[in-house]
């Protein structure tokens, strides 16, 4: 099954819910990828720097992983293609208009949107705000 391509359909049915953990960014610098086996990622993504994982906060603490803050992720579950034009731009503007950022992570069947987690309440109400 394809994903939706009419931005105007996507956001009139962009369906965010607020995912109940907590997520951290964590960087491996010069770590190539699945050195960590240890480790359940809910993401990750090979840079020329390093290894980014985004863990869920509670692995981070129980295996000593820095962090500097956490997420909450929000996913839209709409069915949207990777072809789809200018959902994260809509998204990521709606946040900015309210001082909020956005770390967008698009996977095959939906995106999610990381935000911080004591600004996921807030973030909700204004992506929510999108399909009205």
Same mark, same amino acid.
């Given at each position: 099954?394809s994903?939706? *391509? ?20 964590a &960087?491996?610098?010069? *770590? ?37 803050? &956490?997420?909450?992720?929000? &996913? ?10 200018g ?5 990521? &503007? ?22 911080q ?5 807030k ?9 009205n």
């Open positions: 099954m994903g939706e *391509t009419d931005l105007q359909k996507i956001l009139a049915s962009i369906s965010p819910i607020l995912l109940p953990k907590e997520y951290i960014f &960087t491996f610098p010069n *770590t190539p990828y699945g050195a960590h086996p240890h480790l359940s990622p809910l993401a990750s993504f090979q840079e020329a720097e390093g290894l980014t994982l985004i863990l869920p906060r509670t692995q981070a603490d129980q295996h000593k992983i820095p962090y500097q803050t &956490t997420y909450r992720c929000i &996913t839209l579950q709409i069915h949207s293609s990777l072809d789809a034009v959902l994260t731009a809509a998204v990521a &503007t709606q946040l900015a208009q309210h001082n909020l950022s956005a770390n967008v992570l698009a996977a095959y069947y939906h995106d999610h949107i990381f935000v987690s004591a600004n996921a309440h973030a909700m109400k204004a992506i929510q705000e999108l399909s």
